[in-house]
């Protein structure tokens, strides 16, 4: 039966369950290592081109974490078990994303990766993170799921899909998993989101003070970003745009 | 010590749970399995196994709650991937506990009136002093709380509860088989991480075992609510008599819990669950503290 046939209530238990999630990720993840096919072979890279990837990866490493640890926080004041569920769901997701990560950087040739991935961290993903984990802290659970499964999820979604077209074939194997979470967790946001604005329409205006607060990290993270991997420019405004458009056609801010 | 986190990796996880044992499983249990017959229509089983499998979500919900809280206390990120798995392995627990309430007909609307009707008091206490541990993100009492003791008793009431099941309801059995394997991992994770950070932080030890006790008096309080009101065995008894059928055996821990009074089956398990707590304890450097009797 086709999820999308089913009643509101019961669309929203069977995507947010253990289950689904279950049946999503085997299709994708069965028979990779560390987030790529073990038959995929290195290819031959210049110094400069390792060193800009390392870099790179170290601030996705930064944004899992910090994905990691707002998913879970959210957990502790979710509303209601299916939701509670989904995020536990969306925790192994994050949880799989720094491991496969960390594990390409010592494919890389990095012996230390956390302590690599907090010698190269951009100061706006920092601040970007620490923000977030404020908005989780303080239990406001419109605001943090925003900023967690929105903002964060859709700045992921397009600088790793942009990065996925340029990068070395393993690097684009564990990209492309990545992305498919990514798509499970904009979702959830989106449709978490979409019913409370439905009834409490008042919200938008709180979603979009977070949301100017955390566009200028966003797009500053971003660019530093982009710039490491000598992304062109008229690319990484692309992707800034990309970002801004994905975030705006959700329609939940003003 | 990150030799020893590197076999509890999200890769290991997806391989062993969900492309190992979990393939296949619906709900943690074979696809078409059904409760038993019985278990639906008396109506003195029909309430006793919904109060059973209660306090097994209220257990599970205060493990999901601790396992995702003490990812931001981690002081690594491999015990944060390792506890990202156990989180969902615990959200799974809560979910196909949930699924065996519904499965025994509670209506979806009337679940957390059904969960608060039936929840034991003495387990929500157990709960409670576990999750105090865990606001305060102290990660060394949290994880004791959590993986020792905790995750110690489920897997010995799991264990115990697939002895009575095994033959008689293949459908739990299956699901709590799966549990069970889950909780293994848990447990030796919290032996393994917990002794060199113990080490470290030597004056942690009194609080941890002041909470050792306190958690383990609400445990053997939950232990005899659940076993000397508990009905159901004498029903069951009652019923064998009544087929003339053979004798169903159910063997745990050297016994035949079928044989035995509730006394006796809450001795064995208390028995049990403390015995493997001051094994467990004392491998991570940890002194068991008796509970006080109530």
Not at chain 1, 64 to 80: M, Q, V, W
Not at chain 1, 202 to 220: F, Q, T, Y
Not at chain 2, 65 to 80: H, M, R, T, Y
Not at chain 2, 92 to 113: A, I, M, N, W
Request: charged share 30%; glycine share 6%.
């Amino acid at each position: 039966m086709d999820v999308h046939d089913l009643e509101p209530e019961q669309f929203l238990e069977e995507v947010h369950s253990f289950e689904f999630w279950f049946q999503a990720v085997e299709g994708y993840l069965s028979g990779l290592t560390w987030g790529h096919k073990p038959e995929t072979a290195e290819v031959p890279q210049t110094d400069l081109e390792r060193d800009r990837l390392i870099t790179v990866l170290c601030n996705y490493c930064v944004g899992e974490t910090a994905a990691l640890e707002g998913a879970s926080g959210l957990i502790g004041f979710a509303p209601n078990r299916q939701a509670k569920v989904f995020l536990s769901t969306q925790v192994a997701d994050e949880g799989r994303h720094l491991e496969v990560l960390l594990h390409r950087l010592r494919d890389l040739g990095v012996a230390q990766p956390e302590a690599e991935v907090e010698r190269r961290a951009s100061r706006s993903i920092l601040l970007f993170r620490q923000r977030l984990l404020e908005l989780v802290a303080s239990r406001d659970w419109e605001a943090a799921i925003f900023a967690q499964n929105v903002i964060l999820e859709a700045l992921e979604f397009a600088v790793f899909h942009s990065h996925a077209q340029t990068a070395d074939p393993i690097t684009r194997e564990v990209l492309q998993g990545i992305i498919k979470d990514e798509r499970r967790h904009i979702g959830f946001g989106e449709n978490e989101l979409g019913r409370r604005l439905a009834v409490a329409p008042h919200i938008r205006a709180r979603l979009g003070k977070v949301k100017s607060e955390l566009d200028h990290l966003v797009l500053d993270a971003l660019e530093e970003t982009m710039l490491s991997i000598a992304t062109p420019q008229d690319e990484r405004t692309r992707i800034g745009r990309t970002y801004l458009e994905s975030v705006e056609r959700l329609g939940l801010v003003p | 010590m990150s030799d020893f986190l590197s076999a509890y990796s999200i890769q290991n996880w997806l391989e062993s749970c969900p492309q190992g044992y979990l393939e296949g499983t619906e709900f943690g249990h074979q696809p078409g399995e059904k409760e038993p017959e019985l278990l639906i229509d008396n109506d003195l089983l029909h309430v006793e196994t919904i109060r059973a499998t209660v306090q097994l979500v209220v257990g599970e919900r205060c493990a999901l709650s601790a396992s995702s809280g003490l990812i931001n206390a981690a002081p690594d990120e491999a015990s944060k991937r390792f506890l990202a798995t156990q989180t969902l392995d615990e959200a799974r627990h809560v979910e196909v506990f949930t699924q065996r309430l519904y499965d025994l007909g509670v209506k979806k609307d009337d679940l957390e009136s059904t969960i608060a009707q039936y929840a034991n008091k003495n387990l929500v206490k157990f709960a409670e002093v576990l999750l105090e541990k865990v606001d305060k993100k102290d990660f060394i009492a949290g994880v004791v709380g959590q993986n020792i003791v905790l995750e110690g008793m489920a897997f010995s009431v799991f264990e115990m509860m697939l002895a009575m099941n095994e033959g008689v309801n293949p459908k739990f059995a299956h699901t709590l088989n799966g549990t069970i394997a889950d909780e293994r991992r848990h447990v030796g994770f919290g032996e393994n991480r917990i002794g060199s950070l113990i080490k470290t932080h030597p004056e942690k030890k009194p609080e941890i075992e002041r909470m050792q006790k306190e958690m383990s008096y609400w445990m053997l309080a939950t232990f005899t609510d659940a076993f000397r009101n508990n009905p159901a065995p004498d029903e069951f008894k009652r019923l064998e008599r009544e087929a003339g059928g053979e004798q169903h055996h159910a063997r745990w821990q050297g016994v035949d819990l079928s044989d035995m009074q509730p006394e006796a089956m809450e001795a064995v398990l208390a028995d049990t669950v403390l015995k493997e707590f001051k094994i467990r304890l004392g491998r991570i450097g940890l002194e068991y503290q008796t509970p006080a009797r109530r």
